[in-house]
């Protein structure tokens, strides 16, 4: 059974930085892709950053882009997101997932992390 458990949300101020992991148990996940998710009040759940297990491809929304960056660490089957110069309309839930490729149904989703960010 695959598990995603994240991590490392909370109250920042404009300009700070969080970083979230993502521990991921159940399978071996090589050759699968990782992906950060956002889901505002309001707003539909939208894509923020994605890693393959086994490359170095990294994918990112255009508004993270310089700001945010996505790592893992195959050791411990954990990936992070690292998020500088945080801006309130990053406030929002952060998801992260596990899918077969990027662009494709992502199949598992852990519970999510709240981040907010205050002016």
């Known amino acids: 059974q695959v598990q995603l458990v994240e991590s490392g949300g909370g109250l920042v101020q404009a300009g700070g930085s969080l970083r979230l992991s993502c521990a991921a148990s159940g399978r071996t996940f090589s050759g699968y892709v990782m992906g950060w998710f956002r889901q505002a009040p309001g707003k539909e759940r939208e894509f923020v950053a994605a890693?393959?297990?086994?490359?170095?491809?990294?994918y990112y929304t255009d508004s993270v882009k310089g700001r945010f960056t996505i790592s893992r660490d195959n050791a411990k089957n954990t990936v992070y997101l690292q998020m500088n110069s945080l801006k309130p309309e990053d406030t929002a839930v952060y998801y992260c997932a596990v899918g077969r490729y990027h662009g494709g149904p992502y199949d598992y989703w852990g519970q999510g992390t709240q981040v907010t960010v205050s002016s």
């Open positions: 890693i393959y297990w086994s490359s170095s491809w990294t």
